[in-house]
């Protein structure tokens, strides 16, 4: 006969069933239902009333009877009871009895503690996500919507969009441009059908317009890097871009009185080479790739001068990223492998837009510009990838030693090796060697065997060759497993809140200082600066390592940033003519290199928000100042004041230097193995209130980053910078937050020794 669970357990799994739908189950199906790239949390007022419901219903269910309440309460009277000295294991059972009795309070306690320590949790936004259209652009038309040049319309709209959108917004219209990476509130997503296919035309047009700023007060994102394009552009380039948008993304404006459907249909046809095939893949290509490519697939496309580095040229057959031999084309199979992952650190995305027939079909009209694809190809074979050891990451590092890598990308992999200055492509070009430590920048792919891929086959038209000759297979994947050790584990994430632990004693003012390695570290990611002209996509330093430490009178903040170059001298040159555009073009091979400084910058509101408002994220609003404490290179090399405090209210205006009255932070930086160190320290109180923060424990104070690269053409406007994120002091914790736990451990514990001695009367009682 088939044996019941007890009552008691089918409860508990029944709970626990409907625990771990909510908090997997659903989260995951509605991941799979909507397509999105992640689960979807249930909110957790919505699970504490289905939690509360289970609930409920178990108490009906056991207490439905007198039978089966005793039933179900038989094995916690058991076990408050205890086992019977003469039963079998009754020791063993005995200990786990006491085990259970120990633990329950102590997990009481816990889930008190967790609830009453302080936490501290970024701050949110509040904002109304699609504001009402002013009156002025209601009723405004596309002029450009009847005209019967449609093709030529679309496509100066596309190379507008390129230039001005594509940094933030990407090549598909998905938000995930270059720049997008190092933004806190992302880009628009323009394929989701929740953007731009549910509003008109002209309120594409007035967001474009009038930018983030523009928007009234209470839908302001003061975190949106949009830019006010009514400065730059005019009306009908606005307008072209507008359409180019909704062309590139798949979708149409709302009509007034239909909302059309915002997914394009997918090509269906098999990968094939087949001259509709090709058609189709050229028609694509014409859409998605002409911008930066160029219409003859030279890379000369009008996209491709504001770019560093320049697009592919597929006339030449060569291409960097391949699993063939060096020197030949690589296998339809790599070509399919960088459209689809794209190619880190470039303006090149990855298609997972288009449908994986699509970019087959993109892929078959590419190889149409060269022969080199007609040549034979081998694929360079590999045997099994060894597991990880310390023996062989030593083996790794010794044959790093043995190849000369260092020679390129320095001791420790920063890509500051003594032959980086000189490094140029086969076309001249000067470019910088590989940063191994920054894994989400290896363009190939950040993992071994992708890494073992490049030293077996080089990568062409660079100085990186292939060691396929040089280096058996064993001492490749030593070597691929020894660069892949070396990636940093301090890369940006989601988190937005840095915590400043706190000192007794003196603050360091070193950043060799050993205390700073105990201090909690806040990784900030930097975009380009993309808001106010000269906009600038090619910035080099994409993130910022950031730790704080305060003591009773000052704080001091430690900042770390990979540069392969000692930049310390500043003699910056006229700014680059812009053109019809507001990108600078990026001059390959300069006839004179300015001489500029490396520098950063770190802002603050001069008073802390209360509310959801606060200064923009880049150099405050008119009205709403930010205090800027600004690190150059130059003057730390001279051994003076190496940091100037300044004042910004909008990037309209000039930045004002406070005067020496209100100068109280100092400031020192080391350069080292291809990395900055800069320690920043002032007052917890500024001498001046007016024109600084002021930094209290337990209180949240914005900040933002701001950083530039002297050796990567940088001063001015053009620069790397982050979106706000926030230090926190960490206060001391309040005699409730120990006390709470301990007194809900007492009482549970007060609680389980009650009822022992309850069940244990009513056997004595009992006949």
Same mark, same amino acid.
């Given at each position: 006969?088939?044996?019941?669970?007890?009552?008691?357990?089918?409860?508990?799994?029944?709970?626990?069933?409907?625990?771990? @739908? @909510?908090?997997?189950?659903?989260?995951?199906?509605?991941?799979?239902?909507?397509?999105?790239?992640?689960?979807?949390?249930?909110?957790?007022?919505?699970?504490?009333?289905?939690?509360?419901?289970?609930?409920?219903?178990?108490?009906?269910?056991?207490?439905?009877?007198?039978?089966?309440?005793?039933?179900? @309460?038989?094995?916690?009277?058991?076990?408050? =009871?205890?086992?019977?000295?003469?039963?079998? =294991?009754?020791?063993?059972?005995? =200990?786990?009895?006491?085990?259970?009795?120990?633990?329950?309070?102590?997990?009481?306690?816990?889930?008190?503690?967790?609830?009453?320590?302080?936490?501290?949790?970024?701050?949110?936004?509040?904002?109304?996500?699609?504001?009402?259209?002013?009156?002025?652009?209601?009723k405004l038309a596309n002029p450009f919507r009847?005209?019967?040049?449609?093709?030529?319309?679309?496509?100066?709209?596309?190379?507008?969009?390129?230039?001005?959108?594509?940094?933030?917004?990407?090549?598909?219209?998905?938000?995930?441009?270059?720049?997008?990476?190092?933004?806190?509130?992302?880009?628009?997503?323009?394929?989701?059908?929740?953007?731009?296919?549910?509003?008109?035309?002209?309120?594409? @047009?007035?967001?474009?317009?009038?930018?983030?700023?523009?928007?009234?007060?209470?839908?302001?994102?003061?975190? $949106?890097?949009?830019?006010?394009?009514?400065?730059?552009?005019?009306?009908?380039?606005?307008?072209?871009?507008?359409?180019?948008?909704?062309?590139?993304?798949?979708?149409?404006?709302?009509?007034?009185?239909?909302?059309?459907?915002?997914?394009?249909?997918?090509?269906? !046809?098999?990968?094939?080479?087949?001259?509709?095939?090709?058609?189709?893949?050229?028609?694509?290509?014409?859409?998605?790739?002409?911008?930066?490519?160029?219409?003859?697939?030279?890379?000369?496309?009008?996209?491709?001068?504001?770019?560093?580095?320049?697009?592919?040229?597929?006339?030449?057959?060569?291409?960097?990223?391949?699993?063939?031999?060096?020197?030949?084309?690589?296998?339809?199979?790599?070509?399919?492998?960088?459209?689809?992952?794209?190619?880190?650190?470039?303006?090149?995305?990855?298609?997972?837009?288009?449908?994986?027939?699509?970019?087959?079909?993109?892929?078959?009209?590419?190889?149409?510009?060269?022969?080199?694809?007609?040549?034979?190809?081998?694929?360079?074979?590999? $045997?099994?990838?060894?597991?990880?050891?310390?023996?062989?990451?030593?083996?790794?590092?010794?044959?790093?030693?043995?190849?000369?890598?260092?020679?390129?990308?320095?001791?420790?992999?920063?890509?500051?090796?003594?032959? &980086?200055?000189?490094?140029?492509?086969?076309?001249? %070009?000067?470019?910088?060697?590989?940063?191994?430590?920054?894994?989400?920048?290896?363009?190939?792919?950040?993992?071994?065997? +992708?890494?073992?891929?490049?030293?077996?086959?080089?990568?062409?038209?660079?100085?990186?060759?292939?060691? *396929?000759?040089?280096?058996?297979?064993?001492? =490749?994947?030593? /070597?691929?497993?020894?660069?892949?050790?070396?990636?940093?584990?301090?890369?940006?994430?989601?988190? *937005?809140?840095?915590?400043?632990?706190?000192?007794?004693?003196?603050?360091?003012?070193?950043?060799? +200082?050993?205390?700073?390695?105990?201090?909690?570290?806040?990784?900030?990611?930097?975009?380009?600066?993309?808001?106010?002209?000269?906009?600038?996509?090619?910035?080099?330093?994409?993130?910022?390592?950031?730790?704080?430490?305060?003591?009773?009178?000052?704080?001091?903040?430690?900042?770390?940033?990979?540069?392969?170059?000692?930049?310390?001298?500043?003699?910056?040159?006229?700014?680059?003519?812009?053109?019809?555009?507001?990108?600078?073009?990026?001059?390959? %091979?300069?006839?004179?290199?300015?001489?500029? #400084?490396?520098?950063? #910058?770190?802002?603050?509101?001069?008073?802390?928000?209360?509310?959801?408002?606060?200064?923009?994220?880049?150099?405050?609003?008119?009205?709403?100042?930010?205090?800027?404490?600004?690190?150059?290179?130059?003057? %730390?090399?001279?051994?003076?004041?190496?940091?100037?405090?300044?004042?910004?209210?909008?990037?309209?205006?000039?930045?004002?230097?406070?005067?020496? &009255?209100?100068?109280?932070?100092? &400031?020192?930086g080391v350069w080292k193995d291809g990395r900055?160190?800069?320690?920043?320290?002032?007052?917890? !109180?500024?001498?001046?209130?007016?024109?600084?923060?002021?930094?209290?424990?337990?209180? /949240?104070?914005?900040?933002?980053?701001?950083?530039?690269?002297? $050796? %990567?053409?940088?001063?001015?406007? #053009?620069? $790397? /910078?982050?979106?706000?994120?926030?230090?926190?002091?960490?206060?001391?914790?309040?005699?409730?937050?120990?006390?709470?736990?301990?007194?809900?451990?007492?009482?549970?514990?007060? *609680?389980?020794?009650?009822?022992?001695?309850?069940?244990?009367?009513?056997?004595?009682?009992?006949?």
């Amino acid at each position: 006969m088939r044996q019941r669970l007890p009552l008691f357990w089918s409860v508990v799994l029944a709970l626990a069933v409907v625990w771990a @739908l @909510l908090d997997w189950g659903v989260p995951w199906l509605g991941m799979w239902v909507t397509g999105g790239p992640r689960p979807l949390p249930v909110p957790g007022v919505v699970r504490l009333i289905y939690l509360l419901l289970a609930l409920v219903g178990a108490a009906v269910y056991v207490t439905i009877s007198d039978e089966s309440l005793r039933e179900f @309460l038989r094995p916690l009277v058991a076990g408050l =009871r205890g086992p019977d000295p003469a039963a079998p =294991r009754a020791r063993w059972l005995g =200990r786990l009895r006491l085990a259970v009795l120990v633990l329950v309070p102590l997990a009481v306690g816990g889930v008190v503690w967790t609830r009453a320590a302080p936490r501290v949790q970024s701050p949110t936004i509040l904002r109304i996500q699609h504001p009402t259209i002013p009156g002025a652009y209601e009723k405004l038309a596309n002029p450009f919507r009847a005209r019967p040049d449609q093709a030529a319309v679309l496509a100066e709209g596309r190379e507008i969009f390129q230039i001005n959108c594509r940094p933030c917004h990407g090549d598909a219209a998905d938000g995930a441009g270059p720049m997008a990476w190092g933004l806190r509130l992302k880009p628009a997503n323009f394929t989701d059908p929740g953007t731009i296919a549910t509003v008109v035309e002209s309120y594409a @047009l007035w967001r474009v317009t009038e930018g983030a700023p523009g928007l009234p007060p209470q839908a302001t994102p003061w975190d $949106s890097a949009m830019p006010i394009w009514r400065q730059d552009l005019t009306d009908e380039q606005k307008w072209k871009a507008v359409m180019a948008a909704y062309d590139l993304a798949g979708v149409e404006p709302r009509k007034p009185e239909k909302l059309h459907s915002s997914a394009p249909g997918a090509a269906q !046809a098999p990968p094939s080479e087949a001259p509709e095939a090709v058609e189709r893949g050229k028609r694509i290509y014409v859409k998605r790739c002409l911008a930066c490519h160029g219409e003859k697939g030279d890379g000369l496309g009008p996209v491709a001068p504001y770019l560093n580095p320049r697009p592919r040229d597929f006339t030449l057959g060569a291409f960097k990223f391949r699993t063939t031999g060096s020197g030949e084309p690589p296998t339809d199979e790599d070509l399919f492998r960088v459209v689809t992952r794209g190619i880190p650190g470039t303006a090149m995305s990855g298609w997972t837009t288009l449908a994986s027939d699509e970019r087959w079909q993109v892929i078959a009209y590419l190889k149409t510009f060269s022969t080199a694809f007609q040549e034979k190809r081998a694929v360079v074979k590999a $045997s099994g990838e060894p597991a990880v050891s310390p023996a062989l990451l030593a083996r790794g590092k010794e044959a790093y030693r043995k190849a000369k890598c260092w020679e390129c990308h320095g001791q420790e992999g920063r890509g500051d090796g003594p032959a &980086a200055p000189t490094l140029k492509d086969d076309f001249k %070009n000067a470019i910088r060697a590989a940063n191994l430590q920054k894994g989400w920048l290896i363009k190939g792919g950040r993992e071994a065997a +992708d890494i073992f891929m490049r030293f077996s086959t080089g990568v062409d038209g660079t100085p990186m060759p292939s060691y *396929v000759d040089s280096l058996p297979e064993d001492e =490749r994947w030593a /070597l691929a497993h020894y660069v892949r050790s070396l990636q940093t584990t301090e890369e940006p994430s989601a988190t *937005v809140v840095l915590r400043a632990s706190q000192l007794a004693g003196p603050l360091p003012d070193s950043p060799g +200082d050993p205390r700073w390695r105990a201090t909690p570290y806040l990784a900030v990611p930097l975009a380009g600066q993309v808001i106010a002209k000269p906009r600038w996509q090619n910035h080099a330093v994409d993130a910022i390592t950031v730790r704080a430490l305060y003591n009773d009178r000052a704080i001091a903040f430690l900042f770390e940033w990979d540069d392969p170059f000692k930049d310390v001298e500043h003699k910056p040159g006229p700014e680059p003519a812009l053109g019809p555009w507001t990108y600078p073009k990026i001059d390959l %091979n300069p006839e004179r290199r300015e001489t500029l #400084r490396d520098a950063i #910058r770190l802002q603050f509101p001069v008073t802390i928000p209360t509310g959801p408002e606060r200064p923009h994220f880049f150099l405050g609003n008119p009205g709403r100042p930010v205090a800027l404490w600004h690190w150059r290179a130059d003057a %730390n090399e001279r051994g003076g004041s190496a940091v100037v405090k300044e004042r910004a209210e909008g990037w309209e205006k000039p930045i004002v230097e406070l005067p020496p &009255a209100s100068q109280d932070v100092g &400031a020192g930086g080391v350069w080292k193995d291809g990395r900055w160190r800069v320690v920043m320290t002032r007052p917890r !109180a500024p001498k001046d209130p007016a024109t600084d923060v002021t930094f209290e424990p337990g209180r /949240l104070v914005p900040f933002a980053v701001h950083a530039w690269d002297g $050796s %990567n053409g940088e001063h001015g406007l #053009r620069m $790397s /910078l982050s979106s706000w994120n926030f230090v926190v002091l960490d206060a001391p914790a309040p005699a409730t937050v120990y006390l709470s736990p301990l007194l809900a451990l007492g009482l549970v514990a007060l *609680v389980e020794w009650g009822l022992i001695r309850r069940v244990k009367r009513r056997e004595t009682r009992s006949p």
